[in-house]
């Protein structure tokens, strides 16, 4: 007996499983407030040199506040005073005969910046003048807190496959929230930066066993429902982030803000079950025997959890040796296991890249901070439904391909598109954002079909650790564009190309079972094929005859 044949006996997908679905919204809704915190934590706002020092109590002290920064700061060509300059010497011909002042002498702020507040008033740049040379360690931030995700995938996934989904998110909910609300207290970069590392660290609990937990509960033919539902939870998020972004502009105050949530999220904690499937897996069937009772009858199947008995369920085809200990090395040790792992971990590290690759640079398109980030967020929705109808119509895998792919051609379009067409650049960037958003919901539910039970976990571990691989440089490829204006685009579109041709080469999941060991994987996935088109041959036969049958009926009537 395999654990499906269970599931559907007493409910596959009714008020037990939109209840898992409506308890794991809180803790995803938290996700995308701490992933994408830094584009409005880290913003630079217009600055220049504090001249305060130039005073020199005659003239200068006499002059209006325009008139002293037309005498101390230089101007770019597009008549903006530069951020990181000033005169050596107060140049007050410059207000008789607006000399060039290109030609004059300039060093660099002496004395530290002013700032404009009207949009924010403290972030991390003005809070530790992380301007002019220092500029790189805004974005070195974000890559600092994906560093602690990386590692913390690693650890998660490990701890969720021994210990199991539940407790290793309640771990996940606490680390978070002591390290993200003590991050908002930090007096200098350095403790900031370790608090953000490990709030990271802390929050991949809550990105891998939520999903997990969702999807370990749901039969075969809603999975992709649940996946991609409850994914919608962190496009709420985002949008979330925005407003949340507009209300409050002191970064310690949104830093305590985005993590507020997740106190709701440990009370919802105790009414969420363990996954039956690890329960089984690991050996622990009286356990499993609880919550699946506790399914049935929230499902109102009562009569099907009656005959849920010890020696029926500890017969389930689950694990060949559950006193066997998983590891990360088991996804490398079996052939089709190390392919999949190998192809898996391209395709996670390239939709990282080039989802986060367009996420954190919301600049650029003449519309403001707050809307384009609301705007990207929300062209996240109608990007999942579509994806809904899309996986179960052309499958995973052509679903997974074809958004890369796209993605990566809308990058190249605006490559090529000249600046002064911003309204056009916009809604192809738009676009591309949606498209790599369903390219990453599609990839949650396609890795968790591909990776059997006994070591999904690590393998979602993994796969997070090969996404953030891609988080970590998606900020430091934007720097790029110092050197070359065009070098991050031409990056991220051909990282987006790659993974989806690399997509191309996994294989189909629609409509198959979830295995449950690596034997399984290693031999009867195929089998799951063939047999599922013997199965739909046998039926079009059947149907055939029927129809024959039926006319030769009518005739003979």
């Not at 002059?63 to 300059?85: A, M, W, Y």
């Not at 990839?443 to 079909?449: D, K, M, N, W």
């Not at 041709?501 to 089998?527: C, G, Q, Y």
Request: some cysteine.
């Amino acid at each position: 007996m395999k654990f499906e044949t269970i599931l559907e006996e007493i409910g596959g997908f009714g008020h037990f499983q939109i209840f898992i679905l409506v308890m794991m919204c809180c803790p995803r809704i938290v996700l995308p407030l701490h992933y994408l915190l830094n584009n409005f934590i880290a913003a630079v706002p217009s600055h220049h040199c504090n001249i305060g020092s130039m005073d020199d109590g005659q003239i200068f002290a006499n002059l209006t506040q325009d008139q002293r920064l037309t005498v101390s700061v230089p101007r770019g060509e597009d008549g903006v005073l530069r951020s990181c300059e000033m005169f050596a010497e107060l140049q007050f011909q410059l207000l008789v005969n607006g000399s060039n002042s290109t030609e004059m002498q300039t060093v660099q702020c002496q004395s530290g910046w002013v700032y404009d507040n009207s949009t924010f008033i403290s972030t991390l740049a003005t809070e530790w003048d992380l301007v002019c040379d220092q500029k790189s360690l805004t974005k070195t931030m974000s890559s600092i807190f994906f560093f602690g995700v990386m590692i913390g995938a690693i650890v998660f996934g490990f701890l969720s496959d021994k210990y199991g989904r539940k407790n290793t998110l309640m771990l996940s909910y606490v680390m978070t929230i002591v390290f993200g609300f003590s991050s908002a207290f930090a007096k200098s970069y350095t403790v900031f930066a370790v608090l953000r590392f490990l709030t990271g660290f802390g929050i991949t609990g809550i990105a891998t066993n939520s999903l997990v937990l969702s999807i370990e509960w749901v039969d075969t033919d809603h999975r992709s429902f649940i996946g991609v539902i409850g994914s919608l939870s962190w496009s709420f998020g985002n949008m979330l982030l925005a407003g949340f972004a507009v209300l409050i502009n002191d970064w310690r105050t949104l830093t305590m803000a985005v993590t507020a949530p997740l106190g709701f999220a440990v009370l919802t904690w105790w009414w969420i079950p363990e996954s039956a499937r690890w329960l089984l897996a690991n050996g622990k069937v009286k356990q499993a025997q609880i919550y699946l009772d506790r399914c049935a009858k929230f499902n109102k199947r009562q009569q099907a959890s009656s005959k849920l008995k010890l020696e029926t369920l500890s017969n389930i085809e689950i694990n060949e040796n559950q006193d066997k200990n998983y590891s990360y090395l088991h996804l490398f040790k079996t052939p089709k296991m190390r392919r999949l792992s190998v192809l898996t971990g391209i395709v996670w590290c390239g939709i990282a890249l080039t989802y986060y690759g367009i996420s954190l640079n919301i600049s650029g398109f003449g519309l403001s901070l707050y809307l384009t980030h609301f705007i990207y967020a929300a062209i996240e929705v109608p990007a999942k439904l579509t994806v809904y109808f899309c996986l179960n119509l052309v499958g995973r895998r052509m679903c997974q391909a074809g958004t890369l792919l796209l993605t990566g051609t809308c990058i190249a379009i605006n490559i090529f598109l000249p600046k002064g067409l911003w309204y056009v650049r916009s809604v192809v960037a738009i676009l591309g954002k949606g498209l790599s958003e369903a390219a990453f919901t599609t990839v949650f539910l396609y890795t968790t079909e591909l990776y059997p039970t006994v070591v999904r976990q690590n393998a979602l571990g993994y796969t997070n650790f090969m996404s953030r691989c891609g988080v970590l440089v998606a900020p430091l490829i934007l720097l790029l564009e110092d050197v070359w204006v065009l070098l991050p685009q031409i990056i991220l579109c051909s990282v987006a190309i790659t993974a989806g041709l690399v997509a191309l080469l996994l294989p189909e999941t629609s409509n198959i079972t979830l295995p449950e060991t690596i034997d399984h994987v290693e031999k009867t996935r195929m089998n799951d094929v063939s047999s599922r088109s013997a199965a739909a041959s046998g039926v079009f036969m059947e149907t055939k005859e029927s129809q024959q049958t039926e006319s030769a009926e009518v005739e003979s009537k």
